[in-house]
């Protein structure tokens, strides 16, 4: 479980996460929405201990130790293959895997460099390296862009897969599809506040009002002839 008490974040005189109050519970999916700069990247590189901020976040073990963070941006060294960062990664926890390959589900060209890989690859690797970590939180941002449609598929069965192993999972997405499939609940971030938690069964509901404030004579303002 993580608990969230008054968690707020400022770059400056800019307030970007405001009072944050929330609690996450092992076993369960959470999705995170909302317009770009509404905050999320934000809230995640606080809760990954990656930022600075003001308020508390309590969880049972610490989480440095237990986060398997995906980011939407991706730093690899120069001269580091496939494999040698999921090694790195592998170090970082104390893990052992005795074979990397057998592991390689996204069959990725481990023994490359991997600032030579696409984006897609390049997340794939990172979310292998994470899973293999055995960690008990995940934040998964945005896992589903820039990935091939048979490799979503193959992430949102490892997000199922997480739930059913009691791990805690959170995740972003714009993708609203993706997480009505592997979400338990959905939270609306809007200008550095939850403002709505969402069930799945009002996930349809809270789909079409999306959609609606967002098409809002958004499509007129063209004039498309």
């Not at 008990?136 to 990935?147: A, H, K, M, R, S």
């Not at 059913?164 to 993708?175: F, Q, T």
Request: hydrophobic letters at 40%.
């Amino acid at each position: 479980m993580i608990n969230i008490k008054q968690l707020s974040k400022n770059y400056g005189t800019n307030s970007v996460l405001k009072d944050i109050n929330i609690d996450f519970e092992t076993g369960n999916v959470y999705g995170i929405v909302g317009e770009n700069g509404a905050g999320k990247t934000t809230f995640f590189n606080c809760l990954s201990g990656i930022e600075k901020y003001k308020g508390e976040i309590h969880s049972v073990k610490n989480l440095k130790d237990t986060i398997g963070f995906l980011q939407t941006e991706f730093y690899f060294f120069p001269k580091i293959t496939g494999r040698e960062y999921i090694q790195f990664l592998l170090n970082a926890r104390a893990v052992k895997v005795i074979n990397i390959d057998e592991r390689n589900i996204f069959n990725l060209p481990l023994d490359k460099y991997a600032v030579n890989y696409s984006t897609g690859m390049k997340k794939k690797l990172a979310l292998t390296a994470i899973l293999l970590q055995e960690n008990t939180v995940y934040i998964l941002d945005e896992p589903f862009n820039g990935v091939d449609i048979q490799s979503n598929i193959v992430i949102t069965e490892i997000i199922h897969e997480l739930k059913r192993l009691n791990k805690l999972v959170i995740i972003s997405s714009h993708i609203f599809s993706t997480l009505s499939t592997t979400c338990d609940e959905i939270h609306v971030l809007e200008e550095g506040s939850f403002t709505k938690k969402v069930m799945k069964e009002d996930f349809e509901a809270l789909e079409s009002e999306m959609k609606a404030k967002t098409l809002l004579n958004t499509i007129d303002r063209l004039d498309l002839k």
